[in-house]
């Protein structure tokens, strides 16, 4: 299916989030008051948005949205948060109800798309890859009842939902040739949280970055971590497994890495390539890693990010003035739906000439003239 028309302007000019401050996003709690969400303590006995639920209700809009997330929780300062993010921009510009749940233990997705049905959710979003098969059987079941998914789309579309997902590859392909620029040691580490579509396609794009700065500067440079060919390498295997990202990252450095590249806990991998790299430094991913951790700008060289917030907000405004956006949005450096962060405290390790030369890639890849990822397996 190819994109929406209704989407296609939703990122360019006056679209971009304005409620960024120095590129930090601001907290839920930053925009609406701390003291305006119920916030409870789980205890025995208590019902499934004890332990990690927040949500603010308003008399304005008639939308009233809910966010599913994964065990991490809504304060990652990246991929969960960018989605809640969105929803708090919409209460504020336009009344809406918000409201998150996590999946803790016995609290699944199942659960979860239950007690927001029987809230009287109006507006459901899906974020990440394994809420996909929940969407699905939510919106077929309640068809009155708006939903989006992030990070992935059905295996056929449904009237009632918006997929929202993200040509990663395009940005992490501009990653990657930074990164072979800029490597001294001519090794790059690569790994992930979890094989699934959403995370290879981070990998196969700085892994195609990397091998066309080698192609076309004849060059050598190594990758180690992650194979393209079989979408093997190392992985965390989890989403939330600090111990082992702090294992990888050591283990990449140890075999000469002097840039990391960690798709999933990159602030995990950024302090442990502060502690024991020696002057290595890594990438962020998702969002812009350094105005989210100051103490931790000195090691990364950039980041690859998918602007969830800004096309979320998006979907959710389409539903409060009653033409809601479904369909698939696919995002690019087109419409600004993925990019590449600043260079922030390390621009000057990235000599101008390659600063231009990432320029004139993006440029290519947006016109269609570079093949910025012959390794993917997905789309």
């Not at 304060?75 to 960018?82: K, L, S, T, Y």
């Not at 490597?183 to 396609?201: R, S």
């Not at 590249?261 to 890594?282: C, D, F, R």
């Not at 390390?346 to 093949?371: D, F, R, S, Y």
């Amino acid at each position: 299916m190819s994109a929406l028309k209704p989407h296609s302007r939703l990122l360019r000019g006056s679209i971009r989030p304005t409620w960024r401050s120095r590129g930090r996003l601001v907290t839920a709690a930053a925009l609406c008051g701390a003291a305006s969400f119920a916030v409870s303590v789980a205890g025995a006995g208590a019902s499934t948005t004890a332990k990690t639920t927040r949500s603010h209700a308003s008399s304005g809009s008639k939308v009233h949205a809910c966010l599913m997330v994964s065990n991490v929780g809504i304060d990652d300062h990246g991929f969960n948060q960018e989605a809640w993010d969105a929803l708090v921009q919409a209460h504020k510009t336009s009344g809406v109800s918000i409201k998150y749940l996590a999946e803790s233990g016995s609290i699944t997705y199942t659960t979860i798309g239950s007690e927001f049905i029987s809230e009287g959710c109006n507006l459901i979003v899906g974020e990440g890859f394994d809420t996909a098969n929940e969407i699905k059987t939510l919106a077929t079941e309640n068809p009155k009842v708006k939903f989006a998914l992030i990070d992935d789309t059905l295996s056929s579309p449904l009237p009632n939902v918006s997929e929202l997902v993200y040509h990663t590859d395009e940005a992490a392909f501009l990653g990657g040739y930074v990164a072979a620029a800029t490597t001294k040691t001519k090794v790059i580490g690569m790994y992930g949280n979890e094989p699934i579509p959403p995370v290879v396609t981070y990998l196969d794009g700085f892994y195609a970055g990397v091998k066309y700065y080698d192609k076309i500067n004849h060059a050598n440079v190594q990758t180690i971590g992650f194979n393209p060919s079989n979408n093997t390498g190392e992985f965390m295997g989890s989403f939330s497994d600090t111990t082992k990202a702090t294992t990888i990252t050591q283990s990449e450095l140890a075999q000469g890495a002097d840039i990391i590249y960690p798709v999933g806990l990159p602030s995990t991998a950024a302090e442990a390539v502060k502690q024991y790299g020696h002057g290595a430094l890594m990438e962020f991913v998702d969002a812009d890693g350094c105005p989210a951790y100051p103490a931790l700008c000195s090691v990364q060289l950039t980041s690859v990010e998918k602007n969830i917030l800004p096309t979320l907000f998006r979907v959710i405004e389409s539903d409060v003035t009653g033409r809601y956006d479904s369909g698939i949005f696919r995002g690019t450096l087109r419409n600004n739906g993925v990019g590449l962060a600043p260079f922030h405290d390390l621009a000057k390790k990235v000599p101008a000439k390659v600063q231009a030369e990432v320029a004139t890639l993006e440029k290519g890849i947006i016109q269609g003239k570079i093949n910025y990822n012959p390794y993917a397996t997905n789309g």
